[in-house]
């Protein structure tokens, strides 16, 4: 099973800064496989980033995605208020038998 | 535009088996451009996928629940159900459904908005 550890664990600043969140894989993914979301309390997550670069429809151009292999970034270029939240990455392990899901331990995004 | 509803008692006793289903709506769940999943979440923490059908009936499910999970699918309803037997505490979550885009890119595209099981006698 592939896992996905990100970093940092909390992230705190201030709108209008950016932000950098990290997403690091223990074998190498497809980007084809490789997504980003945003959970807010209380709701459901949300598709930010698929295919690893491609923003999701209606997802401001603030968010940009990018990386491969092992390694990906989730970027905020400028933080605006509903943008504190946490983010998940998620990759698929398309190994037969047993093609599979797994998530990040997520990235808290707090105004500083 | 496609929308998915988890329903299903929100209390369940230990040892007993947990009963959800989604309802598909806005869209057939026969399309055959999607998977369909479960995943759920702790309070507090991360997200765990549990399990994948698509409209033939075949099934994919996370090898750390595989034991004690089965997903169903209705197409005459369109829904989906999931039953996790064998429940403890620690199965305490938001279930949520999802749809699951599965080519060129995967990824979950369209979430339910969840719905709290608690796990107590």
């Known amino acids: 099973e592939i896992v996905l550890t990100q970093s940092p664990g909390t992230l705190s600043l201030s709108p209008g800064e950016r932000a950098t969140l990290s997403c690091r894989a223990s074998?190498?993914?497809?980007?084809?496989?490789l997504a980003w979301y945003q959970q807010k309390p209380g709701q459901a997550p949300r598709l930010l980033i698929y295919g690893a670069s491609s923003r999701a429809t209606g997802i401001p151009d603030r968010f940009s995605g990018s990386g491969s292999g092992t390694d990906f970034t989730l970027t905020i270029s400028r933080l605006e208020p509903e943008d504190f939240a946490v983010y998940y990455c998620q990759q698929y392990g398309s190994s037969h038998p047993n093609p599979g899901y797994t998530f990040g331990q997520g990235t808290k995004l707090e105004i500083k | 535009q496609v929308q998915l509803q988890e329903s299903g008692p929100g209390l369940v006793k230990p040892s007993q088996t947990l009963s959800l289903t989604c309802t598909v709506s806005g869209g057939s769940i026969s399309s055959g451009s999607y998977y369909w999943s479960w995943i759920r979440q702790p309070a507090g923490k991360g997200l765990e996928w549990i399990g994948r059908i698509y409209t033939s009936g075949s099934t994919n499910y996370n090898p750390s629940l595989k034991s004690r999970v089965t997903i169903s699918v209705d197409t005459s309803k369109n829904q989906f159900s999931l039953k996790l037997s064998s429940v403890t505490a620690a199965d305490t979550a938001v279930y949520y459904c999802?749809?699951?885009?599965?080519?060129?890119?995967?990824?979950?595209?369209?979430w339910g908005r969840g719905t709290l099981v608690t796990v107590s006698s």
């Open positions: 074998q190498s993914v497809s980007s084809s496989y």
């Open positions: 999802a749809s699951v885009v599965v080519t060129p890119n995967v990824y979950f595209d369209l």
